[in-house]
C-alpha cells in the first residue's frame, strides 16, 4: 500500500499534475482517491489499472471524461504502459489476434451483452457508430443524416444488391432498402445482433447472415461496412481488402466506415482488451492505404472524428438516465466499467488522438472522377 509520502504516491501526483489534475483538489477533473492501493497500481498496470481501480470504486471524479482527456493531452497513457500493455504488443505483432474462431469472441463478449443495454443508449434507431452531426442537434437526427450520408456517398439506386460486412442490428440495410429501393445481404458474428436484425427487416428484401466476412463468395453492387473494421486486424486486412474486392462488380462501390488511429499500432489498450473488444484494433491510415493498394482505389477520404465525442455523450446521457429500468444483472460494476469505456471513447475523440473515417473505393477508378457529398 502506498502510503501518504510514498515515492510511488509522489510519482504518480507529480504526473497528474503534468496533466493539470490534482488529487484532492477543488476541480471536476480532480480526483477523489479512496483506496491508496490505488498508486501503486496504475504505476504496474497503467491504463488497465486505472480502469480496473474505478470499477472497484478506489477513486472517483466529478467529470470522469473530463479527467480522461487532460491525461491523453499530457500523453501519460503513453508514458505509464504497464507489463500488460507490453505483452500485448508483443502478441499483436507476431500472432493473429483475429482469426476465424478469435474474431467471434467479441461477438459474445460484447454485442451479445443483451438488446436491452444497446437499446437504451443508441436512441431510436440502434446504430452503434458515429452520428453525423452537421446540421442537426440531437442523436436520432444525427445517425439518419450518417445512415443518408452512406447512401448519398454510395450512390444507392432501386435494383442495386447491396452486402453490408458487420451489419450490427440491420438499421443500415433497412434504411437503404426503403429509401432507395436496393436489396440487400447482411452478416454479423453476433447471434443477438442476427435475431434483432432479421425481425426488424422482415418483410422486406434483406437476408442477414451469421457468417464471417472471410466466408462471402457473391457478387454485389455496393459493399458497405459500419463500425467492423475495428475488428479485422492488421494480420487480416489484405484479406479483408480482397474480400471486398472479390465481392464487388466492376463498375461497383464499397463504403468503408471505420475508427482509426494517429499511430501504428497492433493491439488496442489494455482495458478496452479486457473488457469491451477482445482482440480489436485501430487502424493507421499507413495500414489501411497497404492494404487497399493494388487491390482498389480510394476515391474519398472523409474524416469526422470529432463528431464521435458528441455521439458518445449522447450514449452516456441516454444509459444514465435508463439505468434503473434495465435488468439486476448490469450490476454497479459493470456500470463503473460501461462508464469508464464511454468517458475514455469520449477523451480519445476529444483529444483527436482517434478519427472517424469514411473512405469510398472502387476496383478501377471512377471513369472521370468521383465526387463525395457531404
Request: proline share 3%.
Amino acid at each position: 500500500m502506498a502510503g501518504t509520502h510514498s515515492p510511488i504516491k509522489r510519482r504518480v501526483d507529480r504526473l497528474l499534475a503534468e496533466a493539470g489534475v490534482r488529487v484532492g483538489g477543488g476541480g471536476e477533473c480532480d480526483p477523489r482517491i479512496l483506496d491508496d492501493r490505488f498508486y501503486a497500481r496504475v504505476i504496474a498496470q497503467g491504463s488497465l489499472g486505472l480502469g480496473e481501480s474505478y470499477m472497484d470504486h478506489w477513486w472517483e471524479v466529478a467529470s470522469l471524461d473530463g479527467m480522461l482527456a487532460r491525461l491523453m493531452r499530457a500523453r501519460l497513457d503513453r508514458r505509464v504502459m504497464g507489463w500488460q500493455a507490453a505483452l500485448d504488443r508483443w502478441r499483436g505483432r507476431w500472432f493473429n489476434q483475429q482469426t476465424r474462431r478469435r474474431s467471434r469472441e467479441v461477438g459474445r463478449r460484447h454485442y451479445d451483452l443483451g438488446n436491452d443495454l444497446y437499446r437504451a443508449m443508441l436512441g431510436k434507431r440502434l446504430v452503434y457508430s458515429c452520428g453525423y452531426w452537421r446540421g442537426v442537434g440531437d442523436l436520432d437526427s444525427a445517425q439518419v443524416a450518417k445512415l443518408d450520408l452512406v447512401c448519398r456517398k454510395l450512390g444507392l439506386a432501386p435494383g442495386m444488391r447491396v452486402l453490408d460486412i458487420g451489419c450490427g442490428w440491420g438499421e443500415m440495410l433497412k434504411f437503404a432498402v426503403e429509401r432507395h429501393g436496393v436489396e440487400g445481404v447482411g452478416i454479423t458474428i453476433s447471434q443477438e445482433q442476427a435475431a434483432f436484425a432479421r425481425e426488424l427487416c422482415a418483410g422486406l428484401p434483406i437476408e442477414i447472415r451469421l457468417q464471417d466476412y472471410r466466408d462471402v463468395d457473391e457478387r454485389f453492387d455496393r459493399v458497405i461496412s459500419i463500425g467492423m473494421f475495428e475488428h479485422v486486424g492488421h494480420a487480416n486486412y489484405p484479406t479483408f481488402m480482397d474480400r471486398v474486392r472479390r465481392c464487388l462488380r466492376d463498375d461497383g462501390l464499397c463504403l468503408l466506415h471505420t475508427i482509426g488511429g494517429n499511430l501504428t499500432r497492433h493491439v488496442t489498450d489494455p482495458w478496452i482488451a479486457r473488457y469491451i473488444f477482445p482482440n480489436s484494433m485501430l487502424p493507421s491510415p499507413s495500414q489501411v492505404a497497404a492494404a487497399v493498394e493494388g487491390r482498389l482505389v480510394i476515391e474519398d477520404w472523409h474524416n469526422f472524428g470529432a463528431d464521435y465525442d458528441r455521439t458518445l455523450q449522447a450514449w452516456r446521457d441516454n444509459v444514465e438516465r435508463a439505468w434503473d429500468r434495465l435488468p439486476a444483472r448490469y450490476d454497479e460494476r459493470f456500470r463503473r466499467m460501461w462508464r469508464f469505456y464511454l468517458a475514455g471513447s469520449m477523451a480519445t475523440f476529444r483529444t483527436r488522438n482517434a478519427q472517424l473515417w469514411q473512405l469510398v473505393l472502387s476496383p478501377h477508378g471512377v471513369p472521370g472522377g468521383y465526387v463525395a457529398p457531404r
